[in-house]
C-alpha cells in the first residue's frame, strides 16, 4: 500500500502506474498530510484540497526500503475553486527521470503556485478552471535539485479545464502528451505552426497531442 489519511487516489487511469528497469512509477492525488516521502522535492502537502504525487517503488527491495522515491507535486490551489492538483499519467526512462502529466489549478492566490522551472514553456496558470502540467523529475537525486523541468500547458479553459491524461516519452527524452482542453478563441491552447487543427471545434472539448 502506498498511502496515508485520510486517503490517497488513483483516479481509472492505466497510464498512472509505468514500469520501467525493476522501478514501478506511480502518480495519483493525495489529500493526506502524512503520505509518505522519501527523497522528495516537496516533502508536505501544499493544499488541504489536495496535491499530486510521484513514487518511484524498487522492486529488488523489500518493505520500507522498497520506496526509492516519493513526492509531493502540486500548489496551493486558487481562491476561485475548491479543487486540487491531479497527476493522471506517468512514464519513465532508462535514467531515472519520471515524466508526469495531470491537471493543476495552483496560481499565486492561495499559498505556493505550481512548480515550474525557469525554461518553462509557460510559467503561470492561465486558467482557474486548471491547465494541464509536464513535470520532470529526477527520482534518483533528492530535495529542489530533483526538478528537472515543469511547465503549465493549457489556455483560458472554461468548464472542468485543460488536462493531460496520457504520456509517453522516447530515447531522446522528448515527451508526447495527449489529453483535453476546453480552451477557446478568448485564451486558445498552445499550438505550433502548420498544427492539423489549430482551434477548438466543440464547447465540449478537444482531444490534444502535444510533444
Do not use: H
Request: aromatic share 10%.
Amino acid at each position: 500500500m502506498l498511502n496515508g489519511s485520510p486517503n490517497s487516489r488513483l483516479y481509472p487511469s492505466p497510464g498512472q502506474i509505468y514500469l520501467c528497469r525493476f522501478s514501478i512509477y506511480v502518480t495519483g492525488s493525495t489529500l493526506s498530510t502524512d503520505f509518505p516521502t522519501v527523497n522528495a522535492f516537496q516533502s508536505s502537502l501544499p493544499s488541504a484540497n489536495g496535491s499530486a504525487f510521484v513514487a518511484r517503488i524498487d522492486t529488488t527491495q523489500s518493505g520500507v526500503a522498497s520506496l526509492g522515491f516519493s513526492t509531493y507535486l502540486g500548489g496551493g490551489g486558487n481562491t476561485s475553486n475548491s479543487l486540487g492538483d491531479i497527476g493522471f499519467a506517468i512514464a519513465a526512462d532508462q535514467s531515472g527521470l519520471a515524466y508526469v502529466t495531470g491537471q493543476t489549478v495552483s496560481d499565486s492566490s492561495v499559498g505556493s503556485p505550481f512548480p515550474t522551472t525557469s525554461n518553462a514553456l509557460q510559467s503561470s496558470l492561465t486558467s482557474v478552471n486548471g491547465n494541464a502540467f509536464l513535470t520532470v523529475l529526477d527520482t534518483y537525486k533528492g530535495g529542489t535539485t530533483g526538478l528537472v523541468y515543469s511547465t503549465f500547458l493549457g489556455g483560458a479553459s472554461q468548464a472542468w479545464g485543460d488536462y493531460g491524461q496520457s504520456i509517453a516519452v522516447d530515447g531522446s527524452g522528448n515527451a508526447y502528451i495527449t489529453g483535453q482542453t476546453l480552451s477557446g478563441a478568448s485564451g486558445p491552447f498552445p499550438t505550433t505552426a502548420g498544427a492539423y487543427q489549430t482551434t477548438l471545434n466543440s464547447a465540449y472539448g478537444n482531444v490534444f497531442v502535444t510533444e
